[in-house]
């Protein structure tokens, strides 16, 4: 998906009066919208509110909301003594930029990561994140709540390739996955990827001691460093996989990137009847 960034702006309090007194609602209809599409819609409006939408209570006729979502930002403002923060944006500021992940899906519930982007474009950016869940209610999404910790997150439900995947069925799922999973902040300089926020830790491509061996060398970075997945430090357009060699339970495949001269070896196990990515090699091995 490409993701979309949202810069707040600032209108005259008229236009606020204008819309309130027609009667037109902050949003628009949620129904069939996709869950990344009712977060990008609430927030494009909620950041582009000509006023301060916390404050006016104009939150609660978002159509984007769920009802008791609202009662509890309600009885979240009502519990400030003197301050606060703002439970949309889990901030007392607002970032200079938003940016909305892909969407984990199980059955009627949702969670949608959020960027926050401080400071964008200087030497101090900084990007924090937020999870927004949503909940399937009379056939449209709709927000339930918003979780400022990541931590706070249920483990995405474990879904399975296909069934009768071959080796460059499951290469191809999870590269395909990964790319469109991508995304470059140029305003920050910095990739949002299944690798930054650890999405692929519940990938169903990979083995667990793939994982494993991710989290080691993640956990080694100091500075910087380079994606073990991509044998790079960038994300290419797009790949080419080679037909893969086959012995037994094991098989490897070589990735060609759109870099030039550029691609690696990928090496999968037969697990539970199902091929699933074993290794990365950072090389192209001859595999015939």
Known sequence: MNTKRYVTFILSVAVVLTMLLSGCGPTSKAASLKPERVVENYFDWYLGYPGNALADGAYQYSEYLSEGFVQQIDEIIASFDQGGYD??????????????????????????VVYKTWNPGTEYASITEMAVTLQMTDS???????????????????????????????????????????????????WLSPLSDGRYQTSPYLTAGLVQKVDAIVA???????????????VPESFTFEEAVVSGGIARLVVQTSFPGHGFTVALQRVDG???????????????
Not at 141 to 157: E, K, N
Not at 223 to 232: S, T, V
């Open 140 to 190: 449209e999404w709709l927000i339930d709540d918003i979780l400022c910790s990541l931590d706070a997150v249920p483990p995405a439900p474990e879904s399975e390739p296909p069934q009768m995947a071959t080796p460059e069925e499951t290469a191809r799922g999870f590269y395909e996955w990964y790319l469109d999973a991508s995304a470059y902040d140029e305003q920050a300089g910095t």
């Open 220 to 234: 080694a970075f100091d500075q910087g460093g380079y994606d073990p997945f991509l044998c790079a430090q960038d």
């Open 274 to 288: 199902l091929w699933k990515i074993s290794d990365v090699l950072c090389e192209v091995e001859e595999t015939q």
């Open 87 to 112: 439970p949309f944006l889990c901030a007392q500021d607002i970032p200079g930029d938003l940016t909305v992940g892909e969407p984990i899906v199980s059955s009627d519930k949702a969670t949608v």
